[in-house]
């Protein structure tokens, strides 16, 4: 158990879990927090003129510990959302981790603009798969066709042998490529040749310096010689410290995100166990209490087209996706592998259905 574990477990306040950094009068301490769909919809509810009471969204940003830039990208002025806090508003709680897989990319650019189209389009299967439009979008265009960065993906991840190949972005690398400037760069064929010339990924060289030559965040820390503080694994001790505390110690604590900055643990692996409620994820169940013992029937098609046919109501009316599991006898986090909760098959789901009606005739 860690120091700041051991303290609440002895029952001390939960403020004292905050990080340093964490003091009220550190500004840009908060940086890197979540935009949350609770808190988009308390800004939606102030309007115009509650947003200009509490000195604009600059402001409200700042006193949330959000970037100003990052909460402009989501709702203006006049507390309008835009398309994608309109989504994660609707999405209160939920979070999206899911990521673009080479798989995801190949069936998108199969699919082609009809077929995404069908299906309510790039927003909607973003939605589907648990992934962030914003990040989808920067891999695919809503016809199906990779973008730079997509191409990048299926050339690197496609082939075993050129992903053994990939190296480090390095400080000599950035030095390099921030002289060469913005008509250098270009000149080159871009990030996307110098990534590959250099075997680096071109994901990971984007997040270093842009394609004018100027240096991102991480880019800057990595010519400091600065290094990501060591990461350390989630506890079990943690986990139920925060269960005992419930939505109103987190709260007080800073939050879930100062709470996983403060044991030295990342944040989106925190709460894939807990929410900022204090009530655990069902990955989280399963890590503290084991497999539930009733849970033991398998994810077959025909439960799956049971859960198809029950739809977004159907499912809320017998008390969501993890009641519905537990009522057939599986495991929730495995159904949420397969099934939204909205009743819709995420790609594992749909694979599943494809093999049993190709081995069934389209049964």
Same mark, same amino acid.
């Given at each position: 158990?860690?120091?700041?574990?051991?303290?609440?477990?002895?029952?001390?306040?939960?403020?004292?879990?905050?990080?340093?950094?964490?003091?009220?009068?550190?500004?840009?301490?908060?940086?890197?927090?979540?935009?949350?769909?609770?808190?988009?919809?308390?800004?939606?509810?102030?309007?115009?003129?509650?947003?200009?009471?509490?000195?604009?969204?600059?402001?409200?940003?700042?006193?949330?510990?959000?970037?100003?830039?990052?909460?402009?990208?989501?709702?203006?002025?006049?507390?309008?959302?835009?398309?994608?806090?309109?989504?994660?508003?609707?999405?209160?709680?939920?979070?999206?981790?899911?990521?673009?897989?080479?798989?995801?990319?190949?069936?998108?650019?199969?699919?082609?603009?009809?077929?995404?189209?069908?299906?309510?389009?790039?927003?909607?299967?973003?939605?589907?798969?648990?992934?962030?439009?914003?990040?989808?979008?920067?891999?695919?265009?809503?016809?199906?066709?990779?973008?730079?960065?997509?191409?990048?993906?299926?050339?690197?991840?496609?082939?075993?042998?050129?992903?053994?190949?990939?190296?480090?972005?390095?400080? @000599? $690398?950035? +030095?390099?490529? /921030?002289?060469? =400037?913005?008509? #250098? !760069?270009?000149?080159? %064929? *871009? &990030?996307?040749?110098?990534?590959?010339?250099?075997?680096?990924?071109?994901?990971?060289?984007?997040?270093?310096?842009?394609?004018?030559?100027?240096?991102?965040?991480?880019?800057?820390?990595?010519?400091?010689?600065?290094?990501?503080?060591?990461?350390?694994?989630?506890?079990? @001790? $943690?986990? +139920?410290?925060? /269960?005992?505390? =419930?939505?109103? #110690? !987190?709260?007080?604590? %800073? *939050? &879930?995100?100062?709470?996983?900055?403060?044991?030295?643990?990342?944040?989106?692996?925190?709460?894939?166990?807990?929410?900022?409620?204090?009530?655990?994820?069902?990955?989280?169940?399963?890590?503290?209490?084991?497999?539930?013992?009733?849970?033991?029937?398998?994810?077959?098609?025909? $439960?799956? +087209?049971?859960?198809?046919?029950? =739809?977004?109501? #159907? !499912?809320?009316?017998? %008390? *969501? &996706?993890?009641?519905?599991?537990?009522?057939?006898?599986?495991?929730?986090?495995?159904?949420?592998?397969?099934?939204?909760?909205?009743?819709?098959?995420?790609?594992?789901?749909?694979?599943?259905?494809?093999?049993?009606?190709?081995?069934?005739?389209?049964?």
């Amino acid at each position: 158990m860690s120091g700041t574990d051991a303290r609440l477990a002895a029952g001390d306040s939960p403020m004292s879990v905050q990080p340093r950094s964490a003091a009220p009068n550190a500004r840009r301490s908060g940086r890197g927090r979540k935009v949350t769909g609770e808190l988009l919809l308390r800004i939606e509810a102030l309007g115009a003129s509650g947003i200009a009471a509490k000195g604009g969204i600059g402001r409200i940003a700042d006193a949330h510990g959000i970037a100003r830039s990052t909460l402009r990208t989501y709702v203006s002025k006049c507390g309008k959302l835009y398309s994608e806090a309109s989504d994660r508003a609707a999405e209160t709680g939920r979070f999206r981790t899911g990521k673009v897989t080479v798989g995801l990319l190949r069936a998108l650019e199969k699919m082609g603009p009809q077929r995404i189209k069908s299906r309510g389009g790039l927003r909607a299967i973003a939605r589907d798969e648990g992934i962030p439009f914003r990040t989808l979008k920067g891999y695919v265009d809503r016809y199906g066709k990779p973008s730079v960065l997509g191409r990048a993906r299926l050339l690197d991840h496609g082939d075993p042998a050129r992903l053994a190949a990939k190296v480090p972005v390095t400080p @000599e $690398l950035l +030095r390099s490529i /921030e002289g060469l =400037g913005e008509s #250098g !760069i270009r000149a080159a %064929g *871009g &990030l996307g040749a110098l990534a590959d010339r250099h075997n680096v990924f071109l994901s990971s060289l984007r997040s270093h310096i842009n394609g004018k030559g100027v240096l991102g965040h991480l880019g800057k820390r990595l010519m400091k010689g600065e290094r990501r503080a060591r990461i350390s694994k989630i506890s079990n @001790e $943690l986990l +139920r410290d925060l /269960e005992a505390l =419930g939505p109103q #110690g !987190i709260k007080a604590a %800073g *939050g &879930l995100v100062a709470v996983a900055t403060a044991n030295h643990v990342a944040f989106d692996t925190l709460r894939s166990y807990i929410d900022c409620r204090g009530q655990l994820t069902p990955v989280g169940r399963v890590r503290l209490y084991g497999v539930d013992p009733s849970h033991t029937t398998r994810v077959t098609p025909t $439960l799956l +087209r049971e859960i198809q046919a029950l =739809g977004k109501h #159907g !499912i809320a009316s017998e %008390g *969501g &996706l993890d009641a519905v599991a537990s009522k057939r006898r599986v495991a929730p986090h495995i159904l949420r592998h397969y099934v939204t909760s909205s009743g819709t098959l995420k790609q594992p789901g749909r694979v599943t259905m494809a093999r049993f009606e190709s081995n069934n005739g389209g049964a």
